[in-house]
Antibody, heavy 125, light 107 residues
Framework: EVQLLESGGGLVQPGGSLRLSCAAS????????MSWVRQAPGKGLEWVSV????????DYSDSVKGRFTISRDNSKNMLYLQMNSLRAEDTAVYYC??????????????????WGQGTLVTVSS | DIQMTQSPSSLSASVGDRVTITCRAS??????LAWYQQKPGKVPKLLIY???TLQPGVPSRFSGSGSGTDFTLTISSLQPEDFATYYC?????????FGQGTKVDIK
């Protein structure tokens, strides 16, 4: 059974930093790309970042490019999101999500077949 | 970026009703369209990918259709557990983009 468990959320001041983690189990972690998706309170879903299974390739939404860094440790089945220069508009629940095998995708762009429970990040003074 | 527009933004329906939600892409995305269901306070759940392929375990009352720019999610007979918000997602090209959501609530 696929399980994804995020941690690391909390309250941080504008301009501050936070590192989110996602512990994965129930599948061969290194074989799948992983994404972060966020949801501001009462709002819709916004894709944030993706990393390939090997970790060699990453991509970001324009709203976080240059401030957030996605990474993974395949030896530990862990996914990370380093968030710097945080702004009030980054306040959201952050979900880690697994992408399916690349055969189901359009090149390196895919949907999300399993989601974690999410961790809340609040940016406020 | 490809913009995804859902309609309606919300609807009220009764148990047993047939419900249709539309998703329109700002440019053609072939069949690279997924649908998700999110219940209040819960995690999004994948329902459909490739516009019409049901994720294993999803009830057959859910169906998807469309290609290019216009897509539809249909619930053939609405059940109490189907009251939720539904999102479409483009995965034809980066960045992955979601529709704004359609909230289905009880009439």
């Amino acid at each position: 059974e696929v399980q994804l468990l995020e941690s690391g959320g909390g309250l941080v001041q504008p301009g501050g930093s936070l590192r989110l983690s996602c512990a994965a189990s129930g599948f061969t972690f290194s074989s799948y790309a992983m994404s972060w998706v966020r949801q501001a309170p009462g709002k819709g879903l916004e894709w944030v970042s993706v990393i390939t299974g090997s970790g060699r390739s990453t991509d970001y939404s324009d709203s976080v490019k240059g401030r957030f860094t996605i990474s993974r440790d395949n030896s530990k089945n862990m996914l990370y999101l380093q968030m710097n220069s945080l702004r009030a508009e980054d306040t959201a629940v952050y979900y880690c999500a697994k992408e399916p095998s690349r055969i189901y995708c359009s090149g390196n762009v895919c949907y999300l077949d399993f989601w974690g429970q999410g961790t809340l990040v609040t940016v406020s003074s | 970026d490809i913009q995804m527009t859902q309609s309606p933004s919300s609807l009220s329906a009764s148990v047993g009703d047939r419900v249709t939600i539309t998703c329109r892409a700002s440019q053609g995305i072939s069949m690279y369209l997924a649908w998700y269901q999110q219940k209040p306070g819960k995690v999004p759940k994948l329902l459909i990918y490739a516009a019409s392929t049901l994720q294993p375990g999803v009830p057959s009352r859910f169906s998807g259709s469309g290609s290019g720019t216009d897509f539809t999610l249909t619930i053939s007979s609405l059940q109490p557990e189907d009251f939720a918000t539904y999102y479409c997602q483009n995965y034809n090209s980066a960045p992955r983009t979601f529709g704004q959501g359609t909230k289905v609530d009880i009439k």
